[in-house]
């Protein structure tokens, strides 16, 4: 499965399959769902916007039985706006069931640089039996609170590119109100699928018009409609959620061993 959209730059995408072969050769792993992540699946790329490639790699069934486990993230260095790194399956599915929401995310992107959707849709699967929606809506909660802070910059300015970091959190928390599941990545998507006011809606389409064409937005007074919602979305304190059960660690656990079963990387 790949899906990736004409106004990505060739050349930089040339790059991250190149680097996404050359992960799978040097660590030995298989690469079974890589993604854009970040502002351009998101729905609200500048022009200078970096590419923020994710991945998930399953290792040889051998490396979970050390004693002296590898290290369960795989980074690469930073090359102008290339970024790529990547968690285990195992890590994924351990912060799937404490309530992170970025698994989810990632299995949802609409921007696909490699990926086998049978090992996507089975994935998404274990995640919405053992993921906890309270402790997800904690985990939004937390993000949009901490990002509307980073934009406000004063009692009436705001950093403008961060008000979409916000946004996103709080489109979610209303998404989850009225659908269960795992939420859609794209800001569109969440809207569509959504309770959001017209007010906000017609400020935040005139903010991403901006952002599509402007390299630095800077900052700019508070848009009022969209200042309103936000705190008004983030004010409640949602139940917090409790520990992942034993018989949800179980279910982990197996779907983690399924998963692992079938794409581990062959003589492991």
Not at 138 to 149: D, E, I, M, P
Request: hydrophobic fraction near 45%.
């Amino acid at each position: 499965m790949r899906s990736i959209p004409d106004d990505f730059d060739p050349a930089t995408v040339t790059a991250i399959d190149a680097r996404l072969g050359d992960i799978a050769a040097s660590y030995g792993v298989r690469v079974p769902w890589a993604i854009e992540s970040g502002s351009r699946a998101w729905g609200f790329a500048s022009p200078d916007s970096d590419y923020d490639c994710r991945f998930l790699f399953v290792r040889p069934r051998r490396d979970y039985l050390s004693l002296w486990a590898p290290r369960d993230v795989i980074e690469t260095p930073l090359e102008g706006l290339l970024d790529v790194n990547g968690w285990d399956l195992a890590k994924a599915v351990r912060l799937a069931t404490a309530g992170n929401a970025t698994v989810g995310e990632w299995l949802r992107s609409p921007h696909v640089y490699g990926g086998d959707p049978a090992f996507r849709d089975d994935l998404l699967d274990l995640v919405a039996a053992v993921t906890d929606p309270a402790r997800v809506r904690r985990h939004y909660l937390h993000v949009g609170r901490g990002q509307w802070a980073n934009a406000r910059v004063g009692a009436d300015l705001v950093r403008l590119k961060r008000v979409f970091y916000a946004v996103r959190p709080a489109v979610t928390l209303r998404w989850l109100d009225g659908n269960v599941g795992v939420p859609p990545m794209n800001l569109d998507e969440l809207l569509a699928e959504s309770e959001v006011p017209g007010g906000v809606r017609a400020e935040l389409e005139g903010l991403r018009n901006l952002k599509a064409r402007t390299r630095e937005l800077g900052d700019a007074p508070v848009p009022p409609a969209i200042a309103a919602w936000v705190e008004g979305v983030f004010v409640t304190d949602p139940d917090i959620g409790g520990t992942p059960s034993a018989a949800v660690r179980e279910r982990a656990n197996e779907g983690f061993l399924d998963l692992l079963d079938r794409w581990a990387p062959a003589g492991g």
